[in-house]
């Protein structure tokens, strides 16, 4: 298969009392309007489960579940995966030079940015056509 290359544009910086995207001096233009949206995508380098072996595992136990299942990766949001790319829906609290607040993030410090993308309405779909395996019932509630 082909490969792809993929640079860092940033880092996820986690501190006592907030929560930041620091985006490099190299991409910093490509924030400009980023301000006017409430919520972004991020994109980020699930940079700890980046080794052969995680890389390889096509199956994964979903944490947090009542019962213990063991399903593809494709069906979960499992760090262990072929590319090892983390996305996550964060709240844009505001913005200060290269430097993104957000409400939290389920990255760690010090991970890497891959990329920023502005969350629009057009992205998602009401709640009663979503369809999820009965193990994740209890998220249908949140
Ligand atoms: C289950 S993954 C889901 C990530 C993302 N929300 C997604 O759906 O792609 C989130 C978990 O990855 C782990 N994690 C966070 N940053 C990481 C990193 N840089 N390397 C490895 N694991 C990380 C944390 O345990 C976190 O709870």
């Known amino acids: 298969m082909t490969s792809f ?3 860092q ?3 996820v910086k986690i501190e006592k009392e907030a929560c930041y995207i620091e985006i490099s001096q190299l991409y910093t233009t490509g924030l400009r309007h980023i301000e006017q949206f409430s919520h972004i995508y991020v ?3 699930i940079s ?3 080794n052969p072996l995680d890389r390889s595992q096509m199956l994964a136990t979903p944490p947090k579940l009542k019962t ?3 399903t593809g990766v494709f069906s979960s949001r499992s760090p262990t995966r072929p590319n090892p790319i983390g996305l ?3 709240k844009l609290l505001r913005v200060e030079n290269n430097k993104l607040y957000i409400d939290r993030i389920d990255a760690i410090d010090g991970t890497p940015v891959l990329d920023i993308k502005p969350y ?3 992205d998602s779909v009401s709640v009663d056509e979503i369809k999820l395996p009965e193990w994740f019932d209890h998220l249908k509630e949140e």
């Open 5 to 7: 290359g993929i640079h």
């Open 9 to 11: 544009i940033g880092v």
């Open 43 to 45: 994109l980020w380098w």
């Open 48 to 50: 700890m489960r980046d």
């Open 68 to 70: 213990s299942i063991e």
């Open 88 to 90: 996550t829906k964060v």
């Open 120 to 122: 629009l309405p057009g």
